[in-house]
């Protein structure tokens, strides 16, 4: 029996060539099914999710522990299982910093950081800030500078401004500029933010 067969411009392939090259090509297959088989049972043990894991987070000084589904940003986490509604949702995709927390003395978008990836940091919203009937100085000085109006900013401005003068308690017009330059306030009150957090005083350094 012939072992090949031509065909006007084509290739010219034998029946050996033919099944040996299927062969490769099975087992190739075949190599390649197990290691992703593999893989996925790699990530299915370690991995975590889709359904709702124990997280815990130290808030404002003190425990807390939720259950939530690893992809829970941590505003979420607080606002809606733990009721602490300071830090307010606004853009929801961290450009105008309403939701700002600061977690390890920086300031960060608590709306696009996840609840699970800062456990075991120290975590401070504006919740925290005042002691008891007694605002915290940077507060104070927002209401004292009339430094506010619709309030849907301030917590985030709060937060951040508390971060930058825990890093600098005597700030520059440029170092206050550029620690609040992630924070947006629609409503227009930028002068009177910048003059709170100029006359400020009793920020102990973090």
Same mark, same amino acid.
């Given at each position: ?12 392939? =034998? ?5 040996? =090259? ?33 997280v815990?987070?130290l ?8 259950? /939530? ?20 949702r ?27 990836d ?18 915290h100085?940077?507060?104070?000085a ?33 170092? /206050?500029? =550029?620690?609040?330059?992630?924070n ?23």
């Amino acid at each position: 029996m012939a072992e090949q067969q031509d065909k006007p411009g084509g290739f010219t392939v =034998s029946r050996r060539d033919f099944l040996k =090259s299927t062969g490769v090509v099975g087992a190739v297959a075949a190599a390649t099914s197990a290691v992703e088989l593999e893989a996925q049972k790699a990530a299915a043990l370690n991995g975590l999710g889709p359904g709702e894991v124990p997280v815990r987070l130290l808030v404002n000084g003190k425990r807390l522990d939720l259950t /939530i589904e690893p992809r829970v940003t941590l505003l979420d986490a607080l606002r809606m299982r733990a009721d602490l509604t300071g830090n307010k949702r606004v853009c929801d995709r961290g450009t105008c910093g309403a939701c700002t927390m600061i977690v390890d003395g920086r300031a960060v978008y608590s709306c696009s950081t996840l609840a699970i990836d800062v456990q075991g940091k120290s975590i401070r919203t504006v919740d925290g800030l005042a002691d008891g009937a007694t605002l915290h100085p940077v507060q104070q000085a927002f209401c004292e500078a009339d430094a506010l109006m619709c309030g849907f900013c301030t917590p985030g401005f709060v937060m951040a401004s508390v971060a930058l003068l825990e890093k600098h308690p005597d700030p520059t017009p440029d170092q /206050i500029r =550029s620690g609040l330059d992630g924070n947006i306030c629609r409503c227009g009150t930028f002068n009177r933010i910048f003059e709170a957090v100029s006359k400020a005083k009793g920020v102990r350094r973090g």
